[in-house]
């Protein structure tokens, strides 16, 4: 200790300016080390103000795809149950007083002309339910790109038994006056015994995508 003192006695004005360069070198490195740490802090902020932003257009992306597909799988649903039954009986009414006046009356021609009524009937409201699936095959496929994997084989289940209820309720209906016409009561339960089952699955299968749905956006 006594050394360094002496060494400073001989020469105070380099100690001094030798002093001076150390504390302004601590003064440049504490005033660059604050730069860098505020710099590091800005950038830190800005990454958590862009993840959450992103996270939240996300969750606002995610929740209205889904919702939107929701409320199409269920209006689909509600209209095989409720609005095409309710169009198809007043054909079918239509058909079965036409055709037994024409029967009646034995006027084959005109028994023709009703089948033939009936079957464009029948396709039009088919051909619009035919979009109605592939509509929502459609918004199934645009969701499957920020779908969990989960998701994804909800999905494929979803679309299969939406597309197996089309199938056999077209077979059904592209049989139908022969059905009537031979009364083949049996072919008409299987049917009804066939859509109810797939109706149930899909409406089980209907459940779970929502569920699935409400826990990834809850994970966002």
Excluded: C
């Excluded at 939240?56 to 209205?64: C, G, I, N, W």
């Excluded at 009936?118 to 459609?138: C, P, R």
């Excluded at 999905?155 to 009537?180: A, G, H, P, R």
């Amino acid at each position: 200790m006594q050394t360094i003192y002496d060494m400073i006695q001989e020469s105070p004005a380099f100690y001094a300016w030798a002093f001076g360069l150390v504390n302004l070198a601590w003064g440049l490195f504490t005033y660059f080390n604050k730069q860098r740490h505020d710099r590091e802090l800005r950038h830190l902020e800005q990454d958590l103000r862009f993840n959450a932003d992103r996270r939240l257009k996300l969750f606002d992306l995610k929740a209205t795809q889904y919702s939107q597909y929701v409320t199409d799988l269920d209006s689909l649903g509600k209209k095989n149950q409720v609005e095409i039954p309710s169009r198809m009986q007043p054909i079918f009414d239509k058909y079965f007083q036409d055709y037994l006046a024409a029967s009646e009356a034995a006027d084959e021609e005109q028994q023709r002309k009703t089948i033939g009524w009936l079957g464009s009937q029948v396709s039009e409201i088919m051909q619009e339910s035919l979009q109605d699936v592939m509509k929502l095959k459609y918004e199934s496929n645009r969701l499957k790109l920020i779908a969990t994997d989960q998701m994804l084989t909800t999905f494929e289940i979803i679309e299969k038994l939406n597309q197996e209820i089309f199938d056999i309720t077209n077979t059904y209906m592209s049989q139908f006056t022969e059905i009537v016409k031979h009364q083949k009561t049996e072919e008409t339960e299987l049917f009804q015994k066939e859509a109810t089952r797939l109706g149930e699955e899909l409406q089980t299968q209907s459940r779970k995508l929502l569920s699935q749905m409400r826990q990834e956006i809850n994970e966002i």
